[in-house]
């Protein structure tokens, strides 16, 4: 993030380290197929007019002093530690290792809709890279202390350094952002499963799949259209419901 006092940003201020490489950003450089040499350097603002280089060429060297910390629990709180590790080196380089940390860990089940097998991730792909961007790009670096990601068994926490960032919501005064699984109950698990597999479904047939009576079963359906997970086509005795489309 861009950090202003009295006129002057963290990114563009001389940095005190000049003895810097490039190895990580360079690569990343080299697999967009972009020239990465001192025209290129100075258009980025890496280095001012004396040829010195900027703060922001330390966030993209390979000396970068700012990490991301990740943690791993069991289950919705800090009380088991399952892994931790701290990510160090170039932005370029934390990015790619962050993201392959997180995505390691992002599992993949899969659906039936119809005669096609559908895998699903337990968090969008885009909605974790955003999270991860937003955490890098916005934070603030003229704070030392570092970035925090917190994987827990129902959400991952992004949790950033400094003053409030747009877009992100405010937990105990610090910026962060959460990514959670989609919570669904048994019931409605019972129900998405067999219109996966029958293409619809209607409330006798949900009052036979749950064994419930017909005003329970009208109730879930009603909160699964309202949720998004169903669609209700159809009026009076030839109302069904289909998957939602997403």
């Known amino acids: ?3 202003e006092t009295d006129g002057d940003c963290f990114e563009t201020m001389r940095c005190l380290n000049q003895n810097l490489t490039f190895e990580a950003t360079k690569k990343e450089f080299e697999l967009r197929k972009t020239d990465f040499g001192s025209q290129q350097m100075r258009t980025l603002k890496l280095v001012d007019q004396d040829g010195l280089y900027s703060n922001l060429a330390l966030l993209l060297s390979d000396q970068c002093v700012h990490t991301v ?5 069991q289950g919705t709180d800090q009380t088991i530690f399952k892994d931790r590790r701290e990510f160090a080196g170039s932005l370029m380089q934390q990015m790619n290792e962050i993201y392959d940390f997180i995505d390691f860990r992002n599992q993949t089940y899969a659906t039936i809709e119809k005669l096609y097998r559908v895998d699903v991730r337990d968090y969008p792909e885009i909605a974790v ?3 991860l961007l937003n ?3 916005h934070r603030d670096y003229s704070f030392s202390a570092s ?3 917190s994987i ?7 949790v950033s350094i400094g003053g409030l960032l747009p877009m992100l919501e405010v937990k105990s005064g610090t910026p962060f952002t959460t990514i959670s699984k989609k919570k669904i109950s048994d019931e409605e698990e019972k129900i998405l499963e067999y219109t996966r ?8 047939n949900a ?3 749950l064994e419930v009576s017909a005003s329970t079963a009208s109730r879930v359906i009603r909160k699964m259209v309202k949720n998004n997970l169903l669609k209700q086509n159809g009026k009076a005795r030839n109302t069904h419901y289909t998957i939602a489309d997403k």
Do not use: S
């Open 69 to 73: 910390k990740v943690a791993v629990f």
């Open 152 to 158: 827990y068994a129902d959400r991952i926490e992004f």
């Open 207 to 209: 009052m036979e799949l």
């Open 135 to 137: 955490l890098l790009v």
């Open 197 to 204: 597999i029958h293409g619809v479904i209607t409330k006798n």
């Open 1 to 3: 993030m861009i950090k």
């Open 147 to 149: 970035a925090f990601i």
């Open 129 to 131: 890279r955003e999270a």
